[in-house]
T-cell receptor, first 109, second 113 residues
Framework: SQQGEEDPQALSIQEGENATMNCSYK?????LQWYRQNSGRGLVHLIL?????REKHSGRLRVTLDTSKKSSSLLITASRAADTASYFC?????????FGTGTSLTVIP | NAGVMQNPRHLVRRRGQEARLRCSPM?????VYWYRQLPEEGLKFMVY????????ESGMPKERFSAEFPKEGPSILRIQQVVRGDSAAYFC???????????FGPGTRLTVT
């Protein structure tokens, strides 16, 4: 299936540390997006990276994309307790997006 | 500019009843997507619609589920004769174009008793 898969499934870090989560997918994509979901809430779009881009920054977020390895990583620097959430990658295949099962990030104050 | 709105936020139905979930996209957005999220799982694509057209419904179960996005009014996801396995959070997202960022609503949590 096209579904993105995040790794690790769960991550727990101290406030101030960096958090890195990875996403792998199976077929060619047009773009890859990262979303955040706080418990019981809707998803919030974080960042979109196109297939011809290798790296993108947005505030404390840094996303890389390696199309040869079919993988992406999301780095959150100087984490805060408010970053505690689930993070999903979504890959664009034709008319639809496929979401992985997410990485659950806990930032300990 | 109001975000994507979904209602109701919570819906409880008995087995065999019908569930109607509504989604109002962001102003200016003509593309709507529906996703389902089962407990402890990721989002699963269900259907992609533009105004008055279903573009891709490959993620929709073949029976009991239908979706529409009329020229006027919200997009509706309809589940007939609900079963316990339909209990999930249903998210709607909208975008201005087919390849743009999707903006998600808060979701409707459906519980089938």
């Amino acid at each position: 299936s096209q579904q993105g898969e995040e790794d690790p499934q769960a991550l727990s870090i101290q406030e101030g540390e960096n958090a890195t989560m990875n996403c792998s997918y199976k077929t060619s994509i047009n773009n890859l997006q990262w979303y955040r979901q706080n418990s019981g809430r809707g998803l919030v779009h974080l960042i979109l990276i196109r297939s011809n881009e290798r790296e993108k920054h947005s505030g404390r977020l840094r996303v890389t994309l390696d199309t040869s390895k079919k993988s992406s990583s999301l780095l959150i620097t100087a984490s805060r307790a408010a970053d505690t959430a689930s993070y999903f990658c979504a890959t664009d295949a034709r008319n639809q997006f496929y979401f992985g099962t997410g990485t659950s990030l806990t930032v300990i104050p | 500019n109001a975000g994507v709105m979904q209602n109701p936020r919570h819906l409880v139905r008995r087995r065999g009843q019908e569930a109607r979930l509504r989604c109002s996209p962001m102003k200016g957005h003509s593309h709507v997507y529906w996703y389902r999220q089962l407990p402890e799982e990721g989002l699963k694509f269900m259907v992609y619609l533009q105004k008055e057209n279903i573009i891709d419904e490959s993620g929709m179960p073949k029976e009991r589920f239908s979706a529409e996005f009329p020229k006027e009014g919200p997009s509706i996801l309809r589940i007939q004769q609900v079963v316990r396995g339909d209990s999930a959070a249903y998210f709607c997202a909208s975008s201005p174009g087919g390849r743009d960022e999707q903006y998600f609503g808060p979701g409707t949590r459906l519980t089938v008793t």
